[in-house]
């Protein structure tokens, strides 16, 4: 077996490996909040929101700053979900395919972010 044939078989097998964790887990998702608990964001990786909840106590900040703590809140939970992803992948991948996440954006974060410690694909 050459080398491109090695290659091609080790990303055959990162597929899989990935393929087998998602299915076992669901989607990845990442999740944030504002301090005050009014503003929570669900999102995927590298996608837009997915769900947006807004206490009724949140609408007394106005429109402009309600639309800016979700634009915030939204990034984070964005950050969130890129970090699970990265973490999910150390735990499949080859060390090359978990360099080459974070070259793109998809950075490992810290553990402890402040939530629950829900699990992917789980959405508090």
Not at 43 to 64: D, F, I, K
Request: charged share 30%; aromatic share 2%; proline share 7%.
């Amino acid at each position: 077996m050459d080398e491109t044939q090695r290659a091609a078989q080790r990303v055959a097998d990162t597929g899989r490996r990935v393929a087998e964790h998602v299915a076992r887990t669901g989607p990845v998702r990442g999740r944030a909040s504002s301090p005050d608990g009014a503003v929570t964001v669900v999102a995927t990786p590298g996608g837009p929101p997915q769900e947006v909840r807004v206490s009724p106590s949140a609408l007394n900040m106005g429109p402009r700053a309600l639309a800016d703590e979700i634009l915030r809140v939204s990034a984070r939970a964005s950050r969130d979900a890129a970090s699970r992803v990265h973490r999910a992948l150390e735990r499949v991948a080859d060390p090359a395919a978990v360099r080459a996440l974070a070259e793109i954006g998809f950075e490992r974060g810290p553990d402890d972010d402040g939530f629950d410690g829900a699990h992917l694909g789980e959405s508090r």
